[in-house]
Structure formats: structure tokens, C-alpha cells
């Protein structure tokens, strides 16, 4: 067998760089978008067009037959045309890539198109009759692409997002924490080791200070005794002055009796001359000490002898068995998939019914919870549960907010209460307890995720927010505040959603933004409408991904793909909407919109 695989091969590798060049191409429209109109280049594309000869529009299908991308008027026409009406044709993002065309190397006239799957080779429908490959299966080439080879990109995708990426994110957060605690320990020593020289400086002023006043007190005795003898001999020097005198007195005596006195006088006789001595000098002997001596003073700087531990990482088999589903989600995957397939943008969006919500002024939030059971709330903490018929069924008052309550899969309803900083929880028998206690921050969104039961909370302290998530049972397991440049990501986030990607999405009303990072706290992008400006309120995402946020000026319902491309302004006041306030999309696709008064409609914009 001649080069097995090698076609495959290099087809996987182009597969990826599609993929990789794909992702640029999203992330330079989305620059574009957020660039003011004079800022804009004239030539630069802001979407993907549509492949017809002579038309231009937003690119939104793909036809896998013949590999062209479509608009929404083009598919309709391309279904109606006899020659293509069979041809599968799916949103843009779900389409087959197609594989590079090669000449076979044996019949140079034909294209490769087959995979013979008991010589796993590439070969032209015209090999198939060779001697080599005779009464052997073969397989679509472009089938077996897509099962294996684009599937494969996509699982190595899925692993780097929801493996690699969080887990090398967090390790890089694990090391600035470290960084951080190595540079206040060294920190420290530094303080330390002043704080010892200095205390060493103070001891060593002590003794010196000390042995100088001995010093002193040796040098007054020693001169006490010395002027002790001056004095001693000063006084001896006088007396042999005045012995002197007398002497010559009886050299010249004036009278017999002053004659016989100095003979009989003892006077004649000379003192002797009075001892004394030389003074003991005290003798200084230097201090025996060397630089270690001083150090050892100055206390040690030691690095355990110990082999650095290893970060912890965890095993691929782990994250993996949380990756993996059993067979059942499995079939339950394969159907949501294949629903996904089927489904797309309608042409026009439909209105399916309207309802009438008694006890609020306006439906600033909707949570629907199971039996067709919805909740709505107001502005000023009315919180109603009603039947799919506007009868009323339950009303609780709260503190108010906006997209504050939310309903987890297992039906029950969770909301914040900003005043008393806590997250409550209201079970199918009406029993509310405390259920989370969000510390000094206020809670002002909520979202329960479908994927895995986590609950979002978009929260705020001192004018900046920031998204804590919990898991379901209350346990606070990330904290999403600032971008990879230390900016803020958060002013106010006070309605919050999650995409079937795991992405975060935040309308935040100070931003003027659709806040999305991805599942590990990194930002993806923030969305800022179309025009000077844009107070987004209600947000929500559906089966496809798609980001639907209402906003507040243009009284218009945006609808983005996940990764912030506009794809269309759903709803707009020449439809009859007025102040759209809240979004919701529910399991069969419908779309809720709550408005300013007491009016929830409900639309069917997908088929």
C-alpha cells in the first residue's frame, strides 16, 4: 500500500487551518463592527456573502451539494429549483467543508472522490475496476471526512476548550498567585534583615558607649593620683626654697644666739625627697571577629532542601469521563443534533399568541419552569407565576431588580434579594429557604445553566461587578471580574445567560453592552449595537446558538450568532413591538418577549 493516510492526513490539516482561518475571519468582523462608521474601511466585509453571481447579501446557509454559501432569499430559490431542490442545504455554521480537489496519480483524467476501505487509499471512481481494488467496499471520500477527520477536529476542539484551555488558564492564575506570595515573602526577609542590622547597629552603640565610660572613669583615677604627686612634689620644692633661705641666715648670723640655735638646730638636716610612682595605662586589645561573625549576628537566609512540587494537573481520564455521556444523553445529543440540523432562520418571524399578565405594571424578566408554568416580574419586586392562559397562580413580593430570578431543571425557582445580600430558593411546594449568601456583594441577575446545573450570578460592590458561579448546590467555584489586562469587564450586569457553548453572556446597562466570555472568565467579545447607542436589558440564546438581547432605545430585538456577529434585527417597532424588556427562548423554540405594560408575546422565528 502505497502512501496510507497521507491524503486523509493532509485533508485534517487543511481542516484545521479552515477552522483556525475561520476563527480570524470572525474575530476581524467583529472589530469591524465595533468601529464607528467613519472609522471603517470602504472595502471592508462585514459579513460573509452570499456565492450567487450578482448578489450580495449576509451569507446565513450552506449548500453541502454544491459547496456554495447562500442568503435566505437564494436558499428559498434554491429549494424551489428542480436541478437543486434535493440538495441539503444548512446554516453556515453546520456545513461540510469541502475537500481539495486532486487528480489521481494512476488515471490523471479523474478526481480522488473514493476511500477503499480495505486498503484504506484514496482513489477516482475509475480505480475501482483496477485488479488492486476489485470486489473491495469503497466509501464517499467527502462521507468519511466529515464522520472521521472533521469530527476529530472538532473533538481535539472541544478537548482544548473544555480541558487544556481552563486547565492552563488556571495554572497561569496558580503561578501570578504564587508570584505574588514569593515577592511579599521576599519582601519580608528584606524587612527582617533591616530590622536585625538595625537592632545589631543599636547593641553595638550600647557597648561602645559603655567601655568609653570605663575608659573615662580609668583616665580620672589615674589623674587623680598623678596630680596628687605634682602636688607632693611642688610642696617638697618650696620646702627646699625656704631651707635655702634659712641657711644663708646662718651664714650671716646677727647675733651670738641666732649663732648657737643653728648649732644646736636640727634644722640642718635635709628632708628626703617623697616617693612616687609611675601610673599603671590600661592597655586596649582589639576584638578578635570576621564577616561570618557579623552574619551569624544578622541571623541566616536558608532554601529548603526540598524537591519543588509538582502543580497539580488534572488527568485527561478524569475531565474526560466529565466529557463523555452515557448512551442514552448520547441518543439524546444525536436527536438535539439532528433538530439542530433542521432547524433555521425563518424568512419572517410569526406571532403565535399573546397573554396578558396580571399583578405587574411591565415584564421586565420571564423564567418559564415546567407544566408551562411562567414567571414574571416588574421593576418593583412583583414576582408572578402564572398559567399559559394568564390565570394567577402564585405572587411573591421582593426587593425588584431585573433579570433576577431564574428556574433550574429541577423546577425550582431561584432569585436574588439585593437588600439582604442572599439568593433564594422556592421548591415546587412553595417552600422558600435561604440558599445562597452572596457576602458584601449584591446580587442583581441570575441564570441556572441547562448544561450542568451551575448557577450564574451577576453581582456588584462599590460600583463594579463581576459573575460568580456556583454549583447547584450553592458552593461558589469561580469568580469572573476583570480581562487579561486587568480592565473591567462589569458595571452593572444586571441580566445574564449561558450559550450552548458554555459561553457567558452579560447585558450590562452602564457597558452598553452584551458582555460574552468564555466558560474559563476569558473575554470573547462585548457587542454595542449598531447605532450611537445601545442600553441592552433581557438576553437570552437558543438551540443554535444564536444571542437574542432586547434593547431599550431602539425598541428592537437583536439577533446575534455566539460569536457576536449581528445576523439580523428580529424584532422592530414596525411589527408592533413597544419597549421590549425581557427575552426567552423555551424548548420548542418559541420566542418569549415581555414589553413595558403587562404584555408577554410569543413568536415562532425558527423552522
Not at 6 to 19: G, Q
Not at 471 to 492: A, C, M, S, V
Request: charged share 25%; with cysteine.
Amino acid at each position: 500500500m502505497v502512501e496510507k493516510f497521507d491524503l486523509l492526513i493532509e485533508m485534517y490539516n487543511l481542516s484545521c487551518m479552515v477552522l483556525s482561518v475561520e476563527a480570524e475571519i470572525y474575530v476581524a468582523i467583529y472589530t469591524y463592527m465595533a468601529l464607528s462608521e467613519s472609522q471603517i474601511p470602504p472595502d471592508a466585509q462585514h459579513y460573509l456573502v452570499c456565492g450567487t453571481k450578482d448578489c450580495e447579501k449576509n451569507c446565513l446557509f450552506y449548500c453541502n451539494d454544491c459547496h456554495q454559501t447562500l442568503c435566505q432569499q437564494c436558499r428559498d430559490e434554491h429549494h424551489k429549483n428542480k436541478k437543486t431542490k434535493n440538495h441539503e442545504v444548512v446554516p453556515y455554521k453546520q456545513r461540510k467543508r469541502p475537500l481539495p480537489v486532486e487528480k489521481c496519480k494512476i488515471h490523471p483524467t479523474r478526481h480522488i472522490a473514493l476511500l477503499c476501505e480495505e486498503c484504506q487509499i484514496p482513489i477516482c471512481s475509475k480505480c475501482t475496476a483496477t485488479k488492486e481494488h476489485r470486489g473491495h467496499a469503497f466509501t464517499d471520500l467527502e462521507f468519511v471526512f466529515d464522520e472521521k477527520v472533521s469530527l476529530k477536529c472538532h473533538e481535539e476542539i472541544a478537548k482544548i476548550r473544555n480541558y487544556f484551555d481552563p486547565i492552563s488558564q488556571d495554572l497561569k492564575k496558580e503561578i501570578t498567585r504564587d508570584t505574588t506570595e514569593m515577592k511579599k515573602i521576599i519582601e519580608d526577609i528584606r524587612t527582617y534583615m533591616r530590622a536585625e542590622a538595625e537592632s545589631v547597629k543599636k547593641l553595638v552603640d550600647t557597648i561602645t558607649s559603655d567601655k568609653i565610660e570605663q575608659v573615662d572613669k580609668i583616665e580620672q583615677s589615674l589623674l587623680q593620683t598623678l596630680n596628687g604627686q605634682n602636688q607632693q612634689i611642688d610642696e617638697y620644692i618650696n620646702y627646699l626654697n625656704d631651707s635655702i633661705k634659712t641657711y644663708y641666715g646662718y651664714l650671716s648670723p646677727s647675733n651670738i644666739e641666732q649663732l648657737t640655735f643653728a648649732l644646736k638646730s636640727q634644722s640642718l638636716i635635709i628632708r628626703p625627697i617623697p616617693e612616687t610612682s609611675k601610673p599603671v595605662l590600661p592597655v586596649f586589645t582589639a576584638g578578635q571577629h570576621s564577616k561570618q561573625d557579623v552574619a551569624k549576628l544578622l541571623g541566616r537566609i536558608t532554601v529548603p532542601n526540598t524537591k519543588p512540587e509538582n502543580r497539580k494537573i488534572k488527568p485527561m481520564e478524569n475531565a474526560s469521563t466529565q466529557l463523555k455521556t452515557t448512551g442514552k444523553q448520547r441518543k439524546q445529543d444525536r436527536e438535539k443534533s439532528d433538530v439542530k440540523q433542521t432547524l433555521c432562520l425563518s424568512f419572517s418571524v410569526t406571532k403565535v399568541r399573546e397573554y396578558t399578565v396580571p399583578g405587574v405594571y411591565s415584564v421586565y424578566h420571564i423564567s418559564l419552569g415546567k407544566s408551562g408554568r411562567l414567571w414574571v416580574s416588574d421593576g418593583d419586586g412583583d414576582l408572578v407565576q402564572t398559567d399559559l392562559q394568564g390565570n394567577q397562580l402564585q405572587r411573591i413580593q421582593t426587593i425588584g431588580g431585573y433579570g433576577y430570578h431564574t428556574v433550574t431543571k429541577d423546577g425550582d425557582l431561584i432569585y436574588t434579594y439585593r437588600e439582604n445580600k442572599v439568593i433564594n430558593r422556592i421548591t415546587p411546594d412553595n417552600t422558600i429557604t435561604e440558599f445562597i449568601k452572596t457576602g458584601d456583594w449584591e446580587p442583581l441577575s441570575i441564570h441556572s445553566s441547562h448544561i450542568n446545573g451551575d448557577i450564574l450570578v451577576g453581582i456588584i460592590k462599590d460600583r463594579e461587578g463581576k459573575v460568580t458561579r456556583y454549583n447547584k448546590t450553592g458552593t461558589e467555584i469561580q469568580n469572573i471580574q476583570r480581562d487579561n489586562k486587568g480592565q473591567r469587564l462589569y458595571g452593572i450586569p444586571h441580566y445574564i445567560t449561558e450559550n450552548i457553548n458554555g459561553d457567558v453572556c452579560v447585558s450590562d446597562y452602564t457597558k452598553q453592552a452584551v458582555v460574552v466570555v468564555d466558560k474559563s472568565g476569558q473575554h470573547r467579545f462585548s457587542y454595542t449595537g449598531q447605532g450611537l447607542v445601545f442600553i441592552p436589558y433581557g438576553i437570552c440564546t437558543d438551540v443554535l446558538g444564536h444571542i437574542l438581547v432586547c434593547d431599550d432605545v431602539s425598541h428592537k430585538v437583536h439577533l446575534l450568532d455566539q460569536d457576536g456577529q449581528l445576523l439580523s434585527l428580529l424584532l422592530t417597532p414596525q411589527q408592533g413591538v413597544e419597549h421590549p424588556c425581557s427575552v426567552f427562548v423555551d424548548d420548542e423554540n418559541n420566542l418569549w418577549v415581555g414589553q413595558w405594560g403587562n404584555i408577554v408575546t410569543v413568536y415562532k422565528y425558527l423552522h
